[in-house]
């Protein structure tokens, strides 16, 4: 059984990220192309706990005060919620798993040494795309919570990765850039 216990700082800056990637994630659903296929119930639930995971990361300047790198909380996240019900959230959970930056490649977990399964988590569904689009516009830096991230300053900071990443940001702008910048 997953033991997860987070500082009152961690719950209220995941709160606050959490908050701010709904807000904007609705606003770009509701302006897209995609409006009527959007599950909003859905949405809701699962950008309220794409993060959750961070309660078990080690992440001292956000109150996080697990173990693991800050890598693996999606993974952690995504285990926590099939252990609690792995029907109910089995959505959730890959919401949790494919969110990081633009979703990862066996190939990038591989080459980057990362501390993940070797396999893709790639961002499938409208919602899963949806959030990991809005889920860049946010950072949880305790000084700017709330402020939204331009374009640019997601694309440079993507760019350090490799172009691949850059590239799956860019095809998700194009799938929701209607509202992408206001």
């Given amino acids: 059984m997953i033991q997860l216990q987070a500082s009152s700082r961690c719950l209220e800056i995941m709160r606050t990220h959490d908050r701010c990637v709904l807000a904007k994630a609705e606003r770009l659903a509701r302006a897209s192309r995609y409006a009527d296929a959007i599950d909003y119930i859905f949405l ?28 693996q909380h999606g993974q952690i996240g995504a285990a926590y919620l099939r252990q609690l019900d792995p029907v109910r959230y089995a959505r959730h959970a890959r919401v949790c798993e494919r969110h990081i930056g633009s979703g990862l490649t066996a190939k990038e977990i591989i080459e980057g040494g ?26 949880k ?42």
């Fill in 141 to 182: 830096n305790p000084d700017h919570l709330t402020e939204e991230k331009s374009l640019e300053r997601i694309q440079n900071g993507l760019s350090k990765f490799g172009s691949a990443p850059l590239e799956r940001f860019m095809v998700l702008h194009e799938m929701w850039k209607s509202e992408a910048q206001s």
């Fill in 44 to 71: 809701r639930e699962a950008v309220m706990l794409h993060d959750y995971g961070i309660i078990g990361v080690h992440a001292p300047d956000i109150g996080c005060f697990g173990d693991a790198p800050y890598i």
């Fill in 114 to 139: 990362l501390p993940l399964p070797h396999r893709d988590f790639l961002p499938e569904t409208l919602e899963e795309k949806l959030i990991t689009y809005a889920d860049n516009f946010f950072s």
